[in-house]
């Protein structure tokens, strides 16, 4: 049985790939703002699994195919801070808007999860769910958060800031999942596997490591 990340994101393939689960990866196209817009009395969770569970559904649509028994894994993470839940910044404005906005404080890193399950190339099973850590910011100087912004890393990655990179530097602690921080909650993974009937120790490759 073969795994599909519907996702471009290198950090959660990497995780995957470190825990034994070398995936297929497949990009969806997901109006993210416009799927967004319909959601807005939703809840933090809520809003991240829709996101999630949209892109792996585009994505089993295109696979099922090639792949008629794989496992489809969607993901999408967000920063809740302030009662406001923020993605990638986009521009070097913003995510110096948000890193002084939070610095010295915590946020909640939220990421959706969905897990569909196909046979004969259709969705037979579906299991989703959300994972929340606390992450407590450090305080960079002036010239810290200058060099942290011209590396480019922050621009790209939900809520600014990555745990695994540059920005690791400025995490003073996390209160939760690590690898949820990272963009996939690897103990969530494995429940969700298990509600839709799959061993996550029968999805080790051992030599993808």
């Known amino acids: 049985m073969r795994i599909v990340l519907a996702s471009a994101s290198p950090a959660r393939r990497g995780i995957l790939r470190a825990a034994g689960v070398d995936p297929i990866v497949e990009v969806a196209g997901v109006d993210e703002d416009a799927l967004l817009a319909t ?20 994505v089993a649509r295109r696979v099922g195919a ?11 993470s967000m920063l809740h801070v302030d009662g406001e ?10 995510a110096r808007a948000r890193w002084l906005r939070m610095a010295g404080r915590c946020g909640a890193l939220v990421t959706g999860h969905a ?11 579906v299991a989703e769910g959300a994972a929340t850590t606390t992450v407590r910011f450090a305080d960079p100087d002036p010239a810290e958060l200058d ?32 690898s949820n921080v990272v963009g996939l909650s690897l103990p969530l993974v494995r ?10 120790s029968d ?4 030599n993808s490591r």
Do not use: M, Q
Request: aromatic share 6%; hydrophobic share 45%; net charge negative.
């Open 191 to 200: 429940r969700l596997l298990a509600e839709v009937g799959v061993r996550v």
């Open 147 to 178: 060099a942290y912004l011209r590396t480019g890393e922050p621009l790209a990655v939900a809520g600014g800031f990555t745990l695994d990179g540059y920005g690791g530097w400025f995490v003073d602690g996390i209160d939760g999942d690590p």
């Open 115 to 125: 897990v569909l399950r196909l046979s004969g190339g259709d969705v037979d099973r």
């Open 39 to 58: 959601l807005a009395c939703a809840s933090p969770g809520e809003r991240v699994t829709a996101l999630a569970a949209a892109k792996a559904a585009v």
């Open 203 to 206: 999805l080790w490759n051992l």
């Open 66 to 76: 090639l792949h008629p028994d794989a496992v489809v894994i969607g993901c999408d």
């Open 85 to 94: 839940l923020v993605g990638k910044p986009v521009d070097e404005p913003r």
